[in-house]
């Protein structure tokens, strides 16, 4: 069966850091692009990052250049986004997705985990 399973979100305060992981099952990661998206409530899903099959290509959305850092064990099956000095505005349920194509474009993307939440308050 194949899965993605993201963990690490929590509720935080701003300025603080967060560690997400996305762990694959049922497939060998290395073989696809990983991306992560976010979806805050009462807006789209967004793309902010994605990493190629060997870490030879990174994407970052420009909204979260700088703080955000994507990376991936291939020998671990899991991917990992690293957040730094998170925002209010970053709140929102960040999934992670496999796809055979370098895009950052959602409907490339074949398989999704089912979300890790992330919440950023005083």
């Known amino acids: 069966q194949v899965q993605l399973v993201e963990s690490g979100g929590g509720l935080v305060q701003p300025g603080d850091s967060l560690r997400l992981s996305c762990a694959a099952s049922?497939?060998?990661?290395?073989?696809?692009?990983i991306g992560w998206f976010r979806q805050a409530p009462g807006k789209e899903r967004e793309g902010v990052s994605y990493?190629?099959?060997?870490?030879?290509?990174?994407y970052y959305a420009d909204s979260v250049k700088g703080r955000f850092t994507i990376s991936r064990d291939n020998a671990k099956n899991t991917a990992y986004l690293q957040i730094d000095s998170l925002k209010p505005e970053d709140t929102a349920v960040y999934y992670c997705?496999?796809?055979?194509?370098?895009?950052?474009?959602?409907?490339?993307?074949?398989?999704w985990g089912q979300g890790t939440q992330v919440s950023v308050s005083s």
């Open positions: 990493i190629t099959s060997r870490g030879g290509t990174i």
């Open positions: 049922g497939f060998t990661l290395e073989n696809y692009v």
């Open positions: 997705a496999a796809s055979l194509r370098a895009t950052i474009s959602k409907p490339a993307y074949r398989y």
